[in-house]
């Protein structure tokens, strides 16, 4: 039955503000499915995606999860739950539960079978014509096309218009698409130069006066269009927002559309080449309403969870999922494992992709279902997961020595711990236990000295922590224009962070094209300046005519002469000539004269007298 949900629990714009759901279990990287023992069947939220089919393989073991709930109408009840205990077992349960010993780097392993690489089209970028120059304007409307941006304009001009008939006090003329872009391109340029507020941008009597928002577009202007920005169409969203009482109700009704169309470009315009990883990228939600259910306690889920999937070449993005309260996947296996499976499609990719995990989605059933789709996968996994081996027969301990390794083989699925500064816990399907690989450690002695020393290290570490590091220079680049001063939180917080997607991965195609030439590409600052100004629709003629416009401006307001200080009482007059200065014209004609007025703004001196027009010609 369905279940009726109180007014606290939503917030103005139909979202969920305090629903007692386990995201908790999610944010401290766990999965209840996975790692967690309740008394009670938990209500789980899940993802939303865009992709409406996906084939998942069925499990040949049914009772491998004793928690999966049946999709039906009595599941979106949802009870109180009790605190969660993680499903480690204890000492007792290790020993009995697997009878195989652990194996240590001199038992030979020998590697699984390697998977045939097929992807559905040639890696690479997909362009119609790859030898064509592009422009970084032409990268970026592959992602922000005319038509993306006629649809945001046609909806976000509706918007504006119902603001207004519901007794909003601003002026309002329809955006073009000429001025959206620009809007963009001030976008880009207010994410690259920090300053403190908003209004800093648009201050002309400042030391940190900027030249270019003023010609383009008005503060006000600007900060209007920001909070009027409509993905999708109001009318609709009206219908949809509606049933929020109910669970009919799309949390992601009004930036779908715009989802929709950011995804299919990062798949059309790339391909990926064999080595991927998944991870989560955090969206921050700077508003105390959101589509998460948030407690009250944890500032972290007030954000938008977003999963993404990643070429681990370049951190080029192919694809994404966003953490919805809503639970839309008909598997049941819990959100990290709907996450990857919704990503992960043979249709798309092909065959053969080699796939790297953190802990939060790695477990032995999804890593053999891949397998399964002829998909490899290799990731750190919690020791604590269902199908992990709990064996302590030979098992490192809290005295083995750094560099100390075990590993054990169930069929195709290989597990391997490995003991650095702290244990590490990986699964691969593509690995063999240890290749003979050393990496060097500082290392102290038992006298306290410290000395280099290479420790063995196994093959799934190695080739996990090598393919995971473009996730993290991927996450930094996507934060540039998403974090900025005075931009309203909700749903248009996403519409930033696409174009934060979108200039990326416009930047990754363009260093790709490079390689194909030969040529050195553009440097990412280099890039976004480029794009920024062909925004604007600017040129190096027109920054000058800003600055000009911008100093005669300035200079008229408050540029008037007054008396030079003087710094002591004068009682003779022979002390009256050092309070005089040295006129700056005076000096720049070759004459050196004193005078006894300066300019307030410029704090110069300058000859007010009528034969000699100094202040004047200065100012000129």
């Known amino acids: 039955m369905e279940r009726d949900i109180s007014d606290s629990e939503l917030s103005d714009d139909g979202s969920y503000a305090s629903v007692n759901y386990p995201d908790d279990y999610y944010q401290e990287g766990l999965d209840p499915y996975e790692d967690i023992e309740c008394e009670q069947e938990p209500h789980l939220p899940n993802v939303i995606s865009v992709h409406q089919e996906c084939s998942i393989p069925t499990s040949s073991d049914e009772n491998h999860y004793p928690h ?341 083989r169930e069929g195709s699925l290989l597990f391997v711990k490995w003991k650095d500064t702290r244990e590490v816990s990986t699964a691969s399907t593509i690995h063999q236990a240890y290749g003979g690989d050393t990496v060097d450690r500082r290392v102290k002695n038992k006298d306290g000295s410290w000395t280099l020393k290479s420790i063995p290290v196994p093959a799934p570490v190695l080739a996990y922590d090598q393919h995971k590091k473009s996730v993290n220079s991927s996450d930094q680049m996507n934060q540039y224009f998403s974090d900025q001063p005075g931009i309203m939180g909700g749903y248009n917080f996403l519409f930033f962070h696409f174009l934060d997607m979108a200039v990326t991965n416009s930047y990754g195609i363009h260093v790709e094209l490079c390689k194909k030439d030969t040529t050195a590409p553009m440097t990412r600052h280099a890039f976004i300046e480029e794009l920024t100004t062909t925004l604007c629709g600017m040129t190096i003629t027109l920054r000058k005519e800003l600055k000009w416009r911008n100093t005669r401006l300035r200079r008229k307001t408050t540029h008037v002469p007054v008396l030079v200080e003087m710094p002591i009482p004068v009682r003779k007059q022979s002390y009256v000539k050092k309070v005089l200065k040295r006129c700056l014209q005076c000096k720049k004609n070759g004459v050196n004269i004193d005078s006894q007025w300066k300019c307030q703004e410029c704090q110069v001196a300058l000859c007010i007298n009528p034969d000699r027009k100094c202040f004047h010609e200065w100012h000129q």
């Not at 999966?68 to 480690?88: C, F, H």
């Not at 120059?133 to 005319?146: A, N, Q, V």
């Open 68 to 408: 999966k709930r049946a999709l039906d109408s009595s599941s979106m009840e949802s009870p109180q739950l009790k605190i969660p205990k993680l499903a480690i077992p204890s000492s007792t349960e290790r020993k009995t539960l697997s009878k195989q010993p652990w194996k240590t780097e001199k038992d030979p392993d020998e590697a699984p079978a390697n998977l045939k690489f097929a992807p559905a089209r040639q890696p690479g970028v997909q362009l119609e014509d790859p030898s064509c120059e592009s422009t970084p304007l032409d990268l970026f409307k592959l992602f922000f096309s005319k038509t993306t941006v006629e649809t945001i304009c046609d909806n976000t001009n509706k918007q504006a218009a119902i603001n207004i008939k519901n007794g909003k006090k601003y002026k309002w003329e329809d955006v073009t698409i000429v001025e959206f872009y620009k809007f963009i391109g001030l976008v880009l340029f207010i994410g690259q130069l920090k300053l403190n507020k908003l209004i800093d941008y648009w201050r002309n009597l400042s030391i940190f006066s900027v030249l270019s928002p003023n010609a383009l577009m008005s503060r006000d202007r600007y900060r209007v269009i920001a909070r009027n920005i409509h993905l999708s169409d109001p009318g609709e969203a009206a219908v949809n927002y509606r049933t929020k009482k109910s669970f009919d109700c799309d949390r992601l009704f009004r930036i779908k559309p715009l989802m929709n169309e950011i995804c299919h470009a990062c798949r059309s315009n790339y391909h990926p080449r064999k080595n991927l990883s998944i991870h989560e990228r955090l969206v921050p939600l700077n508003a105390k309403k959101g589509l998460l259910a948030d407690s009250q306690t944890k500032s972290i889920n007030r954000d938008f969870k977003m999963f993404v999937l990643t070429d681990s070449s370049n951190g080029y993005t192919v694809d994404c999922v966003i953490f919805s309260d809503k639970a839309t996947f008909p598997n049941g296996y819990g959100m990290a494992y709907d996450a990857v499976m919704s990503l992960m499609r043979p249709s798309f990719l092909g065959s053969g992709y080699h796939l790297y995990l953190d802990n939060f989605f790695s477990s032995p059933k999804l890593f053999k279902d891949l397998l399964v789709l002829k998909m490899g996968a290799c990731g750190t996994m919690l020791e604590g997961r269902r199908g992990f081996p709990r064996s302590e027969e030979n098992a490192l301990t809290k005295k083995s020595p750094r560099g100390s390794l075990r590993w054990m």
